[in-house]
């Protein structure tokens, strides 16, 4: 994995980290940017997105369906659609 993609990556662990009130190793090892690097950008969103989801069921639904494909891509020559998702992602969780 690319510098890059560790960096996009650490963002998201952070955002779940503060979700949850956790360290990186919370929930399971979700929380943690090399699993999130590796396998888990859809199941971190989907999991801090749960959590709000009362509040914003519409926009957290048109969101992950908007990227459930990044669920069984690799970041490595889709790193502005993982950008793009990412920054989707931190504005949802404000």
Do not use: P, W
């Not at 519409?58 to 490595?76: P, T």
């Amino acid at each position: 994995m690319s510098a890059n993609s560790h960096h996009l990556a650490l963002r998201v662990e952070n955002a779940v980290r503060n979700a949850l009130d956790c360290d990186r190793f919370g929930f399971g090892g979700i929380a943690d940017a090399d699993f999130i690097e590796r396998l888990g950008y859809y199941t971190a969103f989907s999991v801090v997105l749960d959590l709000q989801y009362q509040e914003k069921r519409d926009s957290i639904d048109e969101f992950l369906q908007k990227y459930y494909d990044l669920s069984g891509i690799n970041i490595n020559g889709n790193e502005d659609r993982f950008r793009r998702a990412i920054d989707e992602f931190m504005d949802l969780v404000r």
